[in-house]
């Protein structure tokens, strides 16, 4: 099942590269899309409304899965979802795609920005911008674990908020070199945010991909 999310804030967007959680160092890191654990991954912050929306569509998701599925029992409600009230009240949503299934690594979820223009390949989405997110909800179920995913496809930019990094020490310099403010326009034939959404290509159907999993419980 496909599903929009509309005008939600932008939270960790690590959408440039494939990272993964390094025990080693601590903290997460980019890495090659095949290393154990890559993909890309971004949080976002939910109204009360939008998060009302989303929790019936994961509701229906789940229902759907459950009654298709012949093979195993399905507990009456999921156990894991992709979103999660923290103690401040804010409510933040995750959704990620594996750098890789198998030997077929993943394009990265499509940006563009809100001409539905296409971002470069290196674009870096900051904390805090408004975004529309195009997601394909995956409900499982192992029989040990089950619960709701939300599998990234595209991120579309409407308000793109100042990067909080070192202060910048540089004062303007004319004549010099400027990124380009017109990147070109996405395929129309892939682009979630002006026609009817493609049908997302299937992982490989041997196995249920937990991977995607979000424990945030």
């Keep these: 099942m ?3 999310l509309t005008n939600v804030i932008a939270r960790y967007p690590r959408l440039n590269a494939t990272y993964r959680f390094d025990q080693a160092e601590m903290r997460t890191v980019k890495c090659d899309p095949f290393a154990d654990g890559a993909a890309y991954e971004m949080q976002f912050v939910l109204t009360d409304e939008q998060a009302k929306d989303l929790h019936q569509v994961c509701m229906q998701a789940y229902a759907n899965a459950a009654a ?8 009456e409600k999921p156990t894991n979802l992709p979103y999660k009230r923290l103690d401040d009240g804010t409510i933040v949503g995750k959704a990620k795609l594996k750098g890789a299934y198998g030997d077929d690594k993943t394009q990265p979820p499509k940006q563009v920005d ?4 296409k971002l470069p390949d290196d674009f870096e989405l900051t904390t805090g911008s408004t975004v529309n997110i195009a997601v394909v909800v995956v409900p499982y179920n192992s029989g040990s674990i089950n619960g709701i995913s939300l599998r ?6 409407l308000d793109l908020a100042e990067y909080e990094g070192a202060e910048d020490p540089f004062t303007s310099v004319s004549g010099g070199f400027t990124m380009s403010s017109s990147p070109s326009k996405a395929p129309a034939n892939d682009d979630p945010f002006g026609l009817p959404p493609a049908a997302p290509k299937p992982a490989p159907a041997a ?3 937990f991977d995607d999993e979000i424990p945030f419980n």
């Design 2 to 4: 496909q599903h929009m």
């Design 68 to 75: 298709l599925d012949q093979k195993r029992k399905w507990p």
């Design 114 to 117: 809100a001409e539905r223009k």
């Design 152 to 157: 990234l496809r595209a991120v579309q930019v």
């Design 207 to 209: 196995t249920v991909d």
